[in-house]
């Protein structure tokens, strides 16, 4: 039986952990041949042997918009199209306050959050335009709980999401009729999310905090943390030509009903 995304090429930043990875894998499972970008090439390497000819890798950070460029190109040339883009590559940063950071550590930490979040989703967006308008495609953001309110994280990561909720609302009115452009807003998600180099916290990985993956759970109205996998489905929902086609402009929350009790 054909998949959901058949005969699609996706391009997918932060592909090799995490919700990107689960997503990279479902996309393959639903027919999709997936182009993954990452900065951790051994994680890369390992889901490019699992996908084997149905995916093709690029390895480097994506706050290089040469880096970017390169994920479309190699679409183009090894798939021959391109019809769906998730920006998704992300840093978190485990809720530290601004009060309590330097002016020197304040201003790195914005540069390091800023680039990944915001900065590289403009960047692959841009890349991608042209791609995107002649397939007829989308364009995902990976957006947060965070989006929409407080308490989801610190102050830069919590900026970092809201403006990505603007990325999502100006190019879904911008890029229509040809692309859709929607975002999708996970809850605490059990993943290898990490923090700043800024702040001494890129080898902190949620997974490995027995104690936040806990709270996370306790506060959720379903009484779980998801699974990375737990998220993939509402991509496969907007990037479908087939059940999508009139969602533009809108970010699913995926986090177990925890917004309808966060202030
Ligand atoms: N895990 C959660 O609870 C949660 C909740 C809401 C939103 N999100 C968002 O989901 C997205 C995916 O995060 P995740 O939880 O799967 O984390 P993850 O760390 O498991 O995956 C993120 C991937 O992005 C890659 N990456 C980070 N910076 C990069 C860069 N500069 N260049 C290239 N690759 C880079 C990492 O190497 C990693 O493979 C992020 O945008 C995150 O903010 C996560």
């Not at 479902?26 to 890369?44: H, I, P, W, Y």
């Not at 601004?98 to 960047?123: K, Q, Y």
Request: aromatic fraction near 6%.
């Amino acid at each position: 039986m054909a998949g959901n995304l058949s005969g699609q090429t996706a391009l997918i930043t932060g592909a090799a952990s995490g919700i990107g990875e689960a997503v990279a894998l479902r996309f393959a499972e639903e027919g999709a041949n997936v182009v993954a970008l990452d900065r951790n090439t051994d994680a890369l390497a390992e889901l490019a042997d699992r996908l084997g000819d149905r995916c093709a890798v690029v390895m480097g950070d994506c706050r290089d918009s040469v880096i970017c460029d390169s994920g479309v190109a190699l679409a183009l040339e090894k798939f021959g199209k391109l019809d769906c883009v998730i920006a998704n590559a992300g840093v978190y940063d485990w809720y530290k306050r601004i009060d309590r950071m330097s002016p020197a550590d304040l201003e790195a930490a914005f540069e390091e959050m800023f680039r990944i979040n915001v900065l590289s989703t403009l960047l692959i967006a841009r890349s991608s335009a042209e791609a995107l308008r002649e397939s007829g495609g989308s364009f995902i953001v990976s957006c947060s709980n965070a989006s929409f309110r407080a308490g989801g994280g610190g102050t830069l990561y919590t900026a970092s999401k809201f403006a990505l909720r603007g990325v999502v609302y100006q190019l879904a009115y911008e890029w229509a009729p040809h692309v859709r452009v929607n975002g999708v807003a996970p809850g605490g998600t059990v993943t290898g999310l990490s923090g700043l180099d800024a702040l001494d916290s890129s080898t902190r990985r949620l997974d490995a905090e027995g104690r936040t993956v806990e709270m996370v759970a306790k506060a959720s109205p379903l009484g779980r943390a998801a699974a990375a996998e737990d998220q993939a489905g509402c991509y496969v929902l907007l990037a479908s030509r087939r059940d999508g086609k009139n969602i533009n402009g809108t970010i699913l929350i995926n986090d177990a009903g925890l917004s309808t009790i966060m202030r």
